[in-house]
C-alpha cells in the first residue's frame, strides 16, 4: 500500500512515519517544503492513502496562512483529481478552524474545500480538528506550551505563566496516531462530521506546569508519577523526552559502612521505596522485625541466606538465595528476619517495602534472628 504523507518532518508527520513503518508500511511518499515539487505529481499518481498534516502556522506574513493551509490543499487535490485518483485523504485541521483569526479561517478553508472535494468526486475524506497535541519531537518556543515548558523546565530556565486557570484540551501524539491507524483500516469515529480522537485530556495550565516542576524535583525527593493517571503517565514520557542528552542520568546517595552499602531507588507515598542493597562477604544485615511494614527481597547477585523466627517463637527458618535463580523473599511482618552473604563477592539485593522509610516512626524493632 503506497502511502503518501505531506508535512513528513513535521512534529506529527515524523511521528506517523516511524508508526507506519513499525506496522509494516513501509511503501511511503513523504512530501515536505524542501521536497522538489515535481514529486508530488508522482506521488499523487498511484498512492493508495493521503496523510494530508502539511500546513502553515507560524508563518512570517500573515498571507502565508491561506497560501500555505489552502493554496497547498488545493494543488494536492487537484494533482489527485488530474490522475483520477480516488484515494482516501486525511487531513488534520484545528479546532481554531472555529475562530475567528486568519490562522482559523486558513484552516476553515482547507476543510471546506476537502469536503467538497469529497462531495464532487464521491472520494472519503476525513478531516481531523485536532486541539493541542503533544508528545515527543515536538517543537519548544514554537506553537506548543507543553513542548515549551517541558524543554525550559528539563533545562532550568524560566518559563511564563499568564494565566494559570487557563483550561486546555490537549490530545497525545500515540492516541492521534492509533485513530490514524484506524482510519486507516476503515474504523473511525466521528461526531457533527469531524473524526475525532477518543481521548481528550482537559487539564488546567497550572497544574501542567505544578506536574512538570514535579517531575524535575523527582530526581531528587526519588518519587515517581502517579502512572495510574493517563495524563500525568504521557506528560512524564512527555517531559523525559526533552531532557537534554547530558541530563539522562543522576546520582543517588550511597549510604556505605564496611559491611556495604544501602541505596534508595524510588520514593513514593502510594506504592512504597526500591532500593538496591549490597553486602560483603560473611556480612549479615538485618535483625530486625515489623509490626506493620512488609518487604519483598531479590537477590540478583551472589548467594546467600535469609533467616527467620517468629517472634515468641524459637524456630529458624532458612531460605536459601542466589543470583542464578531469581526468587522473591516475602518479608511478612512479625517475624525477626536478617540476609547473610555467604559468596566470596559482594551480595546485591534489590528491596521493595511497602511504605517509605519514616524515621518519625520507623516500625523496625531490632531484635537477632
Known sequence: ????????NGFVGKNLVCELRNRGYEDLYLYDIDTEESLLDSFTKDCAFVFHLAGVNRPKEETEFM????????????????????????????????????????????????????VETGDPVYVYRLPNVFGKW??????????????????????????????????????VLDSFMNVL????????????????HTVKLGRIVELL???????????????????????YSTYLSYLPEDRFSYPLKMN??????????IRTAERGQFSVNISRPSITKGNHWHHTKNEKFLVVSGKGLIQFRKI????????????ETLEVVDIPPGYTHNIINL?????????????????????TIFEKV
Not at 500500500?1 to 513528513?8: D, E, F, P, R, W
Not at 487531513?91 to 469536503?115: H, M, R, V
Not at 513542548?147 to 486546555?168: G, H, Q, S, W
Not at 474504523?187 to 462530521?193: Q, W
Open 213 to 235: 516542576e514535579g517531575f524535575r524535583e523527582s530526581r531528587n525527593n526519588l518519587s515517581v508519577p502517579n502512572m495510574a493517571s493517563s495524563f500525568e503517565k504521557v506528560l
Open 67 to 118: 497560501e500555505g493551509n489552502f493554496g497547498f490543499t488545493s494543488t494536492l487535490l487537484a494533482s489527485l483529481k488530474k490522475h483520477k485518483n480516488s484515494c482516501p485523504i486525511l487531513i488534520t485541521s484545528s479546532i481554531q478552524a472555529a475562530l475567528d483569526n486568519p490562522y482559523g479561517k486558513s484552516k476553515k478553508a482547507g476543510e471546506e474545500l476537502l469536503f467538497s472535494y469529497g
Open 312 to 323: 515468641g517463637t524459637t524456630e529458624v527458618i532458612d531460605y536459601h538465595v542466589s543470583g
Open 343 to 363: 559468596g566470596d563477592g559482594d551480595m546485591v539485593t534489590f528491596m521493595w517495602a511497602n511504605e517509605p522509610f519514616n524515621p518519625d516512626k520507623p516500625d
Open 1 to 8: 500500500m503506497k502511502i503518501l504523507v505531506t508535512g513528513a
Open 256 to 265: 556505605s559502612d564496611n559491611r556495604g552499602s544501602f541505596t534508595e531507588i
Open 138 to 175: 515536538c517543537r519548544p518556543n514554537y506553537n506548543s506550551a507543553v513542548a515549551t515548558f517541558c524543554y525550559n523546565i528539563a533545562r532550568d530556565l524560566p518559563i511564563k505563566v499568564n494565566d494559570p486557570e487557563v483550561v486546555m484540551n490537549l490530545v497525545y501524539i500515540d492516541d
Open 185 to 200: 483500516k476503515g474504523d473511525v469515529l466521528k461526531e457533527d462530521g469531524y473524526c475525532k480522537v477518543p481521548t481528550v
